[in-house]
């Protein structure tokens, strides 16, 4: 295959969904809740927080040469402007071990959990978080970014955008917000004696995250803008970018608008905050296909699908690909994978995805890297541990972890292209 020199060939988590007690986050909070719109708590995880040494040992086993994972926030600034050093010397360790083992990290540094505060004050509606996070990621840099070459600032900045359209504007607003305050509420009437709702007799709410507003989609865009600032300011070696959801977003006759509205929320309309980034991390699952009366759901459209009720199609990775090549910036591929039982379709869905990068990289598109999502069976947020994405098995009974042949598979591929 022809991949460029240096290419690399990776695996992804995020820390909530692996590191396990995650407990000044916003996400164990609406988890916790009685109620809550979660299936189950993350609890435990895949006690990464305390595996990580084996984790990244095995990838390197593999034949991989890259990690990419996330710092949590909640972990690292608990309470506002209050820093946990020995969260940041566990962050340390985790880059050591990435470099005892021959492995690029390239480091996240919010990937959808907020410390719980940062909600209570309005998350992503509050004009001051561009601040707030511009300082936490200058506080890491400072302490670590010497150790981090690649650092993503935000996980999927154009989330809120796609869930938007998924789940129509208005309702969905602020729904994450208020389940967390609610809970800051309860906790408040409790000390004070008086009876609070009990949060069983609420609708249940708590919803993703970030924002379903214009505004709030301008915060996000300027909170990028000033933690690449601060980052580059901290530690000017390390290469910075964001990453976007974008889906190949497909037209049938009658479509073509609509197609085109929906390409330009979920990326062109990101362009302007990217100008000066270094790279943009590309994550891709699925289609869309729109026609002349809107998306054509999923399940219409006849293909397999997956765990998450996604269309088998790997093919949509090398098409993101060369559309997201317009905006001039070299590329990885920093999440791209299936939830399925049956991993011979994880083998095929990597092998065709890998197909079309390699298609792509032929014809000049400038992509540097491929992280399959997820190195570990882990937290699908909501959906809790049902969805299977990993390259690696967890029982959390045991936390044995058990090597998938898909992970074989692409260890194989990374180590005779990672040799040429
Ligand atoms: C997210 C991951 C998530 C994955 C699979 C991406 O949107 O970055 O956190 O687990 O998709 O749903």
């Known amino acids: 295959m022809s991949f460029p020199e240096g290419f690399l060939w990776g695996a ?7 590191e396990g007690g995650n407990v000044n986050s916003d996400f164990w909070a609406l988890e916790n809740q009685p109620g809550s719109m979660f299936v189950e708590p993350s609890g435990d995880a895949c006690d990464h927080y305390r595996l990580y040494r084996q984790d990244i040992a095995l990838l390197s086993v593999l034949g991989l040469n890259a990690y990419r994972f996330s710092i949590e926030w909640a972990r690292v600034e608990p309470a506002p402007g209050r820093y946990s050093q020995s969260a940041l010397a566990h962050y340390a360790e985790v880059l050591r071990a990435c470099r005892d083992q021959g492995i690029t990290p390239m480091v996240t540094l919010h990937h959808f959990s907020n410390p719980r505060w940062l909600t ?20 890491v840099m400072r302490e670590i970014g010497p150790m981090i070459p690649y650092a993503c600032t935000i996980n999927e900045a154009n989330i809120g955008e796609i869930i938007r359209r998924l789940i129509g504007s208005g309702e969905g607003r602020d729904l994450h917000r208020e389940a967390v305050v609610g809970l800051a509420d309860d906790r408040a009437k409790m000390g004070a004696g008086t009876e609070a709702t009990p949060a069983r007799q609420r609708p249940p709410r708590g919803i993703f995250l970030f924002t379903f507003s214009d505004e709030g989609l301008d915060i996000i865009r300027r909170a990028h803008a000033q933690a690449r600032d601060a980052i580059r300011q901290a530690s000017p070696a390390t290469k910075v970018g964001i990453t976007l959801a974008l889906q190949d977003v497909q037209a049938q006759p009658g479509g073509e608008n609509a197609a085109d509205e929906i390409w330009a929320g979920q990326f062109t309309d990101f362009l302007p905050a990217m100008e000066g980034d270094d790279f943009i991390g590309v994550q891709n699952y699925s289609r869309v296909v729109v026609g002349p009366s809107g998306e054509i759901a999923a399940a219409d459209t006849g293909g397999e699908l997956t765990q998450m009720g996604y269309e088998f199609y790997p093919q949509a990775l090398e098409a993101v690909l060369r559309r997201a090549a317009a905006a001039g910036l070299p590329l990885f591929v920093t999440e791209n994978g299936i939830a399925t039982g049956d991993d011979t379709r994880r083998t095929e869905f990597i092998r065709q995805a890998l197909g079309g990068v390699e298609r792509a990289v032929v014809d000049g598109t400038d992509v540097r890297g491929y992280f399959y999502w997820s190195a570990l069976d882990n937290f699908e947020w909501m959906l809790g541990y049902r969805p299977t994405f990993g390259l690696v098995a967890v029982d959390r009974a045991t936390q044995r972890r058990t090597i998938k042949d898909s992970a074989r598979f692409l260890g194989g591929i990374a180590g005779r292209n990672a040799l040429a």
């Not at 992804?12 to 692996?18: K, P, S, Y």
């Not at 209570?120 to 506080?139: K, M, Q, S, V």
Request: net charge negative; aromatic share 12%.
């Open 12 to 18: 992804a988590t995020a820390a909530h969904q692996v």
């Open 120 to 139: 209570e004050l309005g998350g992503w509606e509050n004009e001051d978080t561009p601040d707030r996070f511009a300082a936490y990621c200058g506080t």
